[in-house]
């Protein structure tokens, strides 16, 4: 990669615990190795508990950074449709979410109002960076971004998504569904798969040590016939969808003899809740259902690169395994199944088609049956191939970094 002595800000929404956004900005370091770098989000905040970064606020940035030449890379995920108020209360801690939604539940104005005050960004789309806050900026590039429902938001935001895109010098997305809308706005646009397809081939040695941590250790231990790695978001919390999830895994463990693991994606505001994993192997009657419990992306990446094979909610569930080779299904809502989720647009755009994209809860079993019958020397072609299709996308991003 082309040396620079111009930092480069790489931003995203790793500024809150979820698992692929805290992934992205170690992607795009590691293949820019000669390039300064830093860290960027909506709020500043240290993960690096959880394996993220240290990582400063855009505004904090700007005021540091806005009249020096810089390059700033949006390093991934479903950024084209987060607007202010989403992302404000995604970046609350968890005890202030209900009485902030309470209060502004019915006051949209007002809403974002605050929002824009808690970011202290003007604008509808914080995570689309406004290349005004640097003046000097040489490239803005977007990395392998997404907004698969972008059609489905108000004309205001998606005039400023637009107005932003077209000001970055170049524009990647993830899935051919983002790639359609975006194009209907004349963005001039490259189609490349999502960052984390990297995973594998740039921290395989990282994960292996993170799979001698006591908690996987003893996970392998008491499923000697291996797992099935699990997770949903909490919007599958219902106890209907809960029974309906047990019944459905109890059967997958009496087919195959494998376990069940439940882990987090996201411990952010709307991700992942514990409980639900709680509720839900309390309704199970298979022999081992275990609930891992560490938040740290590579225990996570670690925990799926040693499963038999994945299923959940999380499109980034679904893309390790498929950067280790593994079989894997997205779990939908069943009302979804007519719908092009971000799970189903991007297995539709770069998955087999032997692999079912997403199953509803009913379906889940056959959904894992189905998988695991795939060749497992067509999983492994699609991961190098997904690797040399990413490589290829970013050297075409970043071959205009100015010096």
């Not at 009249?67 to 992302?87: F, Q, R, Y």
């Not at 935001?157 to 990647?172: D, N, T």
């Not at 192997?281 to 022999?287: E, G, L, Q």
């Not at 939908?332 to 189903?344: F, G, L, S």
Request: with cysteine; hydrophobic share 45%.
């Amino acid at each position: 990669m082309t040396t620079t002595r111009i930092p480069t800000i790489l931003f995203g929404a790793f500024d809150r615990h979820n698992f692929g956004d805290l992934l992205f900005p170690h992607i795009a370091a590691a293949l820019l190795p000669d390039t300064p770098v830093l860290f960027a989000g909506l709020a500043a905040v240290d993960l690096r508990q959880y394996g993220g970064h240290q990582v400063q606020s855009l505004p904090q940035l700007a005021a540091e950074w806005g009249k020096s030449p810089v390059n700033l890379m949006h390093v991934g995920g479903e950024i084209l449709t987060c607007d202010a108020w989403l992302t404000a209360v995604m970046l609350l801690p968890q005890q202030q979410v209900p009485s902030v939604i309470a209060r502004f539940d019915s006051q949209p104005a007002e809403r974002l109002v605050w929002a824009q005050q808690q970011l202290r960004l003007a604008g509808l789309a914080p995570y689309c960076a406004d290349r005004a806050l640097f003046p000097q900026m040489n490239s803005m590039i977007y990395n392998g971004v997404g907004g698969v429902d972008f059609n489905d938001y108000p004309a205001d935001f998606r005039a400023e998504v637009i107005r932003k895109l077209k000001a970055a010098e170049v524009v990647s997305v993830r899935d051919r569904q983002t790639f359609s809308h975006l194009k209907s706005y004349g963005i001039d646009e490259l189609l490349i798969p999502d960052p984390a397809v990297m995973v594998a081939d740039l921290f395989t040695p990282k994960i292996r040590q993170h799979a001698q941590s006591a908690e996987i250790t003893q996970i392998k231990k008491a499923c000697p016939h291996g797992y099935i790695a699990v997770q949903f978001s909490a919007d599958f919390g219902d106890d209907m969808t809960l029974a309906t999830i047990a019944a459905q895994l109890d059967k997958v463990v009496a087919g195959t003899g494998y376990a069940v693991v439940f882990f987090r994606a996201g411990a952010a505001p709307w991700h992942d809740d514990l409980a639900c994993y709680q509720r839900v192997a309390s309704r199970m009657s298979a022999p081992t259902v275990i609930l891992f419990e560490s938040l740290n992306i590579w225990d996570i990446c670690a925990l799926i690169a040693n499963s038999r094979l994945y299923c959940g909610s999380s499109l980034h569930g679904r893309i390790i395994a498929m950067a280790f080779a593994l079989p894997r299904v997205n779990l939908c809502h069943a009302e979804q199944r007519a719908c092009v989720t971000k799970p189903a647009a991007f297995a539709m755009t770069w998955d087999l088609s032997a692999l079912p994209a997403t199953v509803a809860p009913a379906e889940m079993a056959q959904g894992i049956v189905d998988v695991l019958a795939v060749d497992r020397d067509a999983l492994q072609q699609k991961a190098r191939e997904l690797v040399r299709r990413y490589r290829q996308g970013f050297a075409a991003l970043c071959a205009g970094l100015k010096q």
